[in-house]
T-cell receptor
């Protein structure tokens, strides 16, 4: 069962406009939600996170919103830049034994058009 | 400060063989997690090592095993390789259960 879902495999946005990437989850036991960005031939890099007790976290051009009742989070990028073109993974942190494990969605390929 | 490095970057193995993948964690990080990323999917948690002990495991069979060494580097071993084991294997290091995990570039394993 997929506990974290990203239903849009791809998204194209014009440079300077807003990019909105969406993610849904099913497990209420996650304590943090994170967004990672991945360029080809590189590992994922951490972008921004939000605690499950918050509803918004902002860092420069990146804002993550969490709607706990809908079990939905979104990443807003404003303004979008061509360098933002990458695969974006939503991840949720849960517990496995003594470990804090990340459960990832399948990713959304963002393309920012100049 | 060096980042997370993985070796080799690419590998081709035959079904039934065994493989060992290696990961050097970021300086100062004592926790290493391994993930498998199949084509078109997100990374899937295999297991985590903290101070040389496995402290969490995902839904992977026992033929996936690992080690962590005193310098906190780590190995992922896979026995009796199957075609479905073909994937990108990612290693991530963190300090304890810190929120931010730093990923290596991955090892692309192809089983033929």
């Amino acid at each position: 069962d997929q506990q974290v879902k990203q239903n849009s495999p791809s998204l194209s946005v014009q440079e300077g406009r807003i990019s909105i990437l969406n993610c849904d989850y099913t497990n209420s036991m996650f304590d943090y939600f994170l967004w990672y960005k991945k360029y080809p031939a590189e590992g994922p890099t951490f972008l921004i996170s939000i605690s499950s007790i918050k509803d918004k976290n902002e860092d420069g051009r990146f804002t993550v919103f969490l709607n706990k009742s809908a079990k939905h989070l979104s990443l807003h990028i404003v303004p979008s830049q061509p360098g933002d073109s990458a695969v974006y993974f939503c991840a949720a942190r849960g517990i496995s034994g003594s470990a804090r494990q990340l459960t990832f969605g399948s990713g959304t390929q963002l393309t920012v058009l100049p | 400060e060096t980042g997370v490095t993985q070796s080799p970057t690419h590998l081709i193995k035959t079904r039934g063989q065994q493989v060992t993948l290696r990961c050097s964690s970021q300086s100062g990080h004592n926790t290493v997690s391994w993930y498998q990323q199949a084509l078109g999917q997100g990374p899937q948690f295999i297991f985590q090592y903290y101070r040389e002990e496995e402290n969490g495991r995902g839904n992977f069979p026992p033929r996936f095993s690992g080690l962590q060494f005193p310098n906190y580097s780590s190995e992922l071993n896979v026995n009796a390789l199957e075609l479905d084991d073909s994937a990108l294997y990612l290693c991530a290091s963190s300090e304890g259960q810190g929120l931010e995990a730093f990923f290596g570039q991955g090892t692309r394993l192809t089983v033929v």
